[in-house]
T-cell receptor, first 115, second 109 residues
């Protein structure tokens, strides 16, 4: 079956522009996560969606970052007024209630470069 | 808050055994996960331990000691394709994950 997909795979933008990143989770996966990974570093939690519950936004680094999810499907991460320090790979992951959400399935990521 | 410590880099020879340690400090601990990530690739799930003890999956095993806030990933019969970064991650507050900075494993012939 299809895995987690993300688009675009690469995005180059100019400082100050807004960008929108998309994530399509695996069908039936009610939990969805966004992470940021800077070069050579670990995964930094950004936001977590669980079903129809209010999202956990505690990892968003500033109010320039926001995310939405439509029901239990597509999610978009929006970064407004991008800064050079936003350059990173943005990873989306989803997980299924069977097995207690213990296994996260990651998408290939969007590599964002802010010039 | 959450914190994790794991070695930044480990080098081992093909066919050998390597152990990657992870110590953590966390509140609301549920379990410890391990993920593998090849350069330029997405992280892939290796294991999850909620209870103390050793769990084996093929060449890979994972261990957890909740009393010591410690776990490790054991890789046996190392192969060149095992060269990758390995991340431990704590699951806390029911369904959130905090990842370590990763251990880069270099497997040499």
């Amino acid at each position: 079956g299809a895995g987690v997909s993300q688009s675009p795979s690469n995005k180059v933008t100019e400082k100050g522009k807004d960008v929108e990143l998309r994530c399509d989770p695996i069908s039936g996966h009610t939990a969805l996560y966004w992470y940021r990974q800077r070069l050579g570093q670990g995964l930094e939690f950004l936001i977590y969606f669980q079903g129809n519950s209010a999202p956990d936004k505690s990892g968003l680094p500033s109010d320039r970052f926001s995310a939405e999810r439509t029901g239990e499907s597509v999610s978009t991460l929006t970064i407004q007024r991008t800064q050079q320090e936003d350059s990173a790979v943005y990873l989306c992951a989803s997980s299924h209630p069977a097995g207690g959400y213990n296994e996260q399935f990651f998408g290939p990521g969007t590599r964002l470069t802010v010039l | 808050g959450q914190s994790l410590e794991q070695p930044s880099e480990v080098t081992a020879v093909e066919g050998a055994i390597v152990q990657i340690n992870c110590t953590y400090q966390t509140s609301g601990f549920y379990g410890l996960s391990w993920y593998q990530q090849h350069d330029g690739g997405a992280p892939t799930f290796l294991s999850y331990n909620a209870l103390d003890g050793l769990e084996e999956t093929g060449r890979f095993s994972s261990f957890l000691s909740r009393s010591d806030s410690y776990g490790y990933l054991l890789l046996q019969e190392l192969q060149m394709k095992d060269s990758a970064s390995y991340f431990c991650a704590v699951k806390y507050n029911f369904n959130k994950f905090y990842f370590g900075s990763g251990t880069k494993l270099n497997v040499k012939p």
